[in-house]
């Protein structure tokens, strides 16, 4: 049985190029399989200081709440996809 080659090494390059650029952003390799090629990566969370927005809610009467909950969405865990399709294009998605 033959073996075909999904990709070039032109488009894997670039899947790797992609790749490093994601991991330099603080993501972490948590799946990985160079078959398909496809990496699932992770984001953890940063820590907010909730007495300290707490004290700016309160000073501000509640109109800090909007910047706090906007923080608590924004940082939480995240999880994408990072793979490379039939045509050669790198592609991204975000996991559940």
Not at 1 to 30: E, H, P
Not at 52 to 70: C, D, E, K, N, Q
Request: glycine share 4%; proline share 1%; charged share 25%.
């Amino acid at each position: 049985m033959k073996s075909y080659q999904l990709t070039n090494k032109k488009d894997f390059a670039r899947f790797q190029q992609t790749l490093s650029d994601k991991i330099r952003n603080g993501f972490i390799i948590i799946e990985k399989n160079d078959k398909l090629p496809y990496v699932v990566l992770s984001k953890e969370k940063k820590q907010i200081n909730s007495s300290f927005h707490l004290a700016l809610v309160l000073a501000t009467l509640g109109l800090w709440s909007i910047i706090w909950l906007y923080l608590v969405i924004s940082l939480r865990k995240k999880k994408i996809l990072v793979a490379l399709d039939e045509d050669g294009n790198v592609f991204e998605e975000k996991c559940l």
